[in-house]
């Protein structure tokens, strides 16, 4: 292997054993959830459907999981991240297309795949920022859906990049369709 192509690999190497360590899944209980993270950096609860669903965020190194309970079960997860290729100030995971894929399988309900139905990378208008949407049906006819988010920019001081990816059940999406403004 060329040193080219090391230097490449070892990146993502990196980045792929830190994505398998975060493995929140939607469906897992609350004590699961901080059994994984540890303490949580902040919690809140919201109004859905009329009762309490507590909100918690946590952060797991450089990355940043938001996760929403109801009836004492992950229904949304939200992972996100900011990175500086700053030689001076690195810091963060990027949250790339390849990252963004293994938390989506982790998230799998392993009885179909993830399809992606919407990419504004296949429009050519996206001016540096990348947005898709995917979705995926079990074999008892629950859906999840997902959002992905990343931006990135660099300057002659470095490259920074930023990268959401939020994963919805249908029962949550249902649920917030019911209030007046969503969550």
């Given amino acids: 292997m060329n040193t080219s192509r090391r230097l490449l690999f070892v990146p ?12 929140a899944r939607i469906a897992e209980t609350m004590d699961q959830c901080i059994e994984r993270y540890g303490a949580p950096r902040e919690q809140k609860s919201l109004l859905i459907d009329g009762r309490s669903a507590p909100w918690i ?13 109801i009836a004492g079960i992950a229904e949304r997860i939200v992972y996100r991240s900011d990175y500086s290729l700053n030689p001076e100030t690195e810091s ?4 790339s297309r390849g990252v963004a ?13 993830w399809h992606q139905v919407l990419s504004n990378a296949d ?6 920022t990348t947005a898709a ?13 997902a959002y992905y988010n990343y931006e990135a920019s660099s300057s002659p001081k470095g490259s920074t990049s930023s990268g959401q990816l939020d994963i919805r059940t249908s029962r949550y999406i249902e ?8 969550i």
């Fill in 133 to 145: 949407s995917f979705f995926q049906r079990d074999n008892k006819g629950r859906s999840r859906i």
């Fill in 12 to 23: 993502i190497l990196i980045l792929s054993l830190h994505a398998r360590s975060i493995h």
């Fill in 92 to 95: 963060g995971i990027d949250l």
């Fill in 123 to 128: 429009t050519g208008h996206h001016n540096g």
């Fill in 175 to 182: 649920l917030i369709k019911r209030l007046p403004n969503g």
């Fill in 101 to 113: 894929f293994l938390l989506l399988d982790r998230n799998s309900c392993h009885s179909s795949d």
């Fill in 57 to 69: 965020r946590f952060e797991k190194g450089v990355l940043t999981v938001e996760i929403t309970f």
